[in-house]
């Protein structure tokens, strides 16, 4: 079983930055998109950003010049810079990827648990 471990998160004012970063809870084979969504209090979750392993990205449009994301293969690591926060970014953020474990296994797609990010006016 692999887990997506969530760190970064908590109480930020408005206008502040935040980094969250994302790992594998132990060695897997290969990795392929990774990528952030969240959820506020009573609304879907939506997609946030994502990006492949040829470090192409996609971002939601509303978030486009605020938030950067990245990876590191090297660590099966994923990080979502959050600069310029405003209060309506107030959620729970989580991070997902494409982990195949082992070769010749199939590819899994795993959550993360979710990391609160609070964005105080």
């Known amino acids: 079983q692999v887990r997506l471990v969530e760190s970064g998160g908590g109480l930020v004012q408005a206008g502040g930055s935040l980094r969250l970063s994302c790992a594998a809870s132990r060695r897997i084979f290969s990795i392929s998109n990774m990528g952030w969504s969240r959820q506020a209090p009573g609304k879907q979750r939506e997609l946030v950003a994502s990006?492949?392993?040829?470090?192409?990205?996609t971002y939601s449009d509303s978030l486009k010049g605020r938030f950067t994301i990245s990876r590191d293969n090297a660590k099966n690591t994923v990080i979502l810079q959050m600069d310029s926060l405003k209060p309506e970014d107030t959620a729970v953020y989580y991070c997902n990827a494409g982990v195949v474990s082992a070769p010749g296994t199939y590819q899994v797609l795993y959550w993360g648990q979710g990391t609160q990010v609070t964005v105080s006016s």
């Open positions: 990006i492949t392993t040829a470090d192409t990205t």
